[in-house]
Nanobody, 124 residues
Framework: VQLQASGGGLVQSGDSLRLACVFS??????MGWFRQAPGKEREFVAA????????SYADSVKGRFTISRDTAKNTGYLQMNSLRPTDTAVYYC????????????????????WGQGTLVTVSS
């Protein structure tokens, strides 16, 4: 399984970005986005099941970020609106073939496959 994340960049506070994650290989059950800011631990952002519409978000991004997937294109997306300087981080997409329960979707250790990360920088 390979994941390729893209879409990061330098934007100003309040701007929007859409990240994409293209999957190849084994189909996934859950796709997640995590981020890691300089000097901080990797943290959960959002996750979505391949089947159905079940999603999960970190409190810090609820109402601003939207996770989605296009199963025909084997691609997942993270639409990020109203970006803040505190959203600055390297964003990683991840996937698992396991049918995770909701509480496990926010745990990095639940995912077997990871993309290389894409940098998002939000200036004030």
């Amino acid at each position: 399984v390979q994941l390729q994340a893209s879409g990061g960049g330098l934007v100003q506070s309040g701007d929007s970005l859409r990240l994409a994650c293209v999957f190849s290989g084994r189909m996934y059950d859950v796709m997640g986005w995590f981020r890691q800011a300089p000097g901080k631990e990797r943290e959960f952002v959002a996750a979505i099941r391949r089947a159905g519409r079940s999603t999960s978000y970190a409190d810090s991004v609820k109402g601003r970020f939207t996770i989605s997937r296009d199963t025909a294109k084997n691609t997942g997306y993270l639409q990020m609106n109203s970006l803040r300087p505190t959203d600055t981080a390297v964003y990683y997409c991840a996937s698992t073939a396991s049918n995770l329960i909701l509480s496990s979707m926010a745990t990095a250790g639940s995912y077997e496959y990871w993309g290389q990360g894409t940098l998002v920088t939000v200036s004030s």
